[in-house]
């Protein structure tokens, strides 16, 4: 069974920086993308950074240039370094990854449980 396991939220205030980390365990034949969504009170889950197994990157318009995300492949992990915080990035981030099972399986989406990012003024 595939798991996702997230840390590093936490309370910062505007201007100060957070890392995230994701790490996949479990049975798994590989790893696709992984990435990071947020969904604040009353807002719908947005998509806040993607990463493919190549190193490819794509980010919300409203996170470029303060946050960045990279990822090991030898540990399964993802992380999300976020500078220049602003009270609007408070939510709850959740990690996810696409991958395959098995060789002959098809591409699947599996969730972190979330972790609470808050961002005072």
């Known amino acids: 069974q595939v798991q996702l396991v997230e840390s590093g939220g936490g309370l910062v205030q505007a201007g100060g920086s957070l890392r995230l980390s994701c790490t996949a365990s479990g049975s798994f034949f590989n790893i696709n993308a992984m990435g990071w969504y947020r969904q604040a009170p009353g807002k719908q889950r947005e998509l806040v950074a993607r990463i493919t197994s190549g190193g490819s990157t794509n980010y919300a318009d409203a996170v470029k240039g303060r946050f960045t995300i990279s990822r090991d492949n030898a540990k399964n992990t993802v992380y999300l370094q976020m500078n220049s915080l602003k009270p609007e990035d408070t939510a709850v981030y959740y990690c996810?990854?696409?991958?395959?099972?098995?060789?002959?399986?098809?591409?699947?989406?599996?969730w972190g449980q979330g972790t609470q990012v808050t961002v005072s003024s």
């Open positions: 996810y990854a696409e991958l395959r099972e098995h060789p002959w399986s098809s591409l699947r989406q599996y």
